[in-house]
């Protein structure tokens, strides 16, 4: 005869060989049911979440606002070397030219007069054919 503690809580005389333990499920068992490590998961979605919204919201303005700050900077670099090659052609014209500083200021303003003339004329040109095949949506 059995005289183990299960078989005097049970009341049965029978081996507990054949009849296992009822355990109540712990804490912890009851983590690995719902699904294992569950506060790892939801941090990681959470954390894709934020950042597929980061991907589609902040990524392209901060490609858009670079750039912006590029371009600016590109076009006043540019703005400043065409300044200092025209200052550099009138000085060159000034010591090159046997008169004095009116020749070559006369110079670069009838090149630059036909230069925006001819871009004036340019700007109400019609824009090309579209290939055969393809729909202009204007």
Do not use: C, H
């Not at 009341?11 to 983590?31: D, H, K, L, M």
Request: no cysteine; glycine share 10%; proline share 8%.
């Amino acid at each position: 005869m059995d005289t183990g503690s299960d078989a005097s809580a049970t009341g049965s005389t029978e081996p507990t060989a054949s009849t296992p333990p009822r355990s109540i499920p712990s804490v912890g068992s009851a983590s690995s049911l719902i699904g294992g490590d569950w506060p790892a998961q939801a941090a990681d979605a959470i954390v894709n979440a934020v950042e597929t919204v980061r991907d589609r919201t902040t990524t392209p303005i901060m490609k858009i606002a670079r750039g912006v700050v590029f371009g600016v900077f590109a076009g006043t670099i540019i703005i400043v070397i065409i300044v200092l090659a025209i200052i550099g052609v009138v000085r060159l014209l000034d010591e090159a030219l046997p008169s004095g500083v009116w020749l070559p200021y006369l110079l670069l303003g009838v090149l630059f007069t036909v230069l925006g003339a001819v871009l004036f004329r340019r700007r109400n040109a019609p824009a090309p054919a579209p290939a055969v095949g393809k729909t202009s949506k204007r």
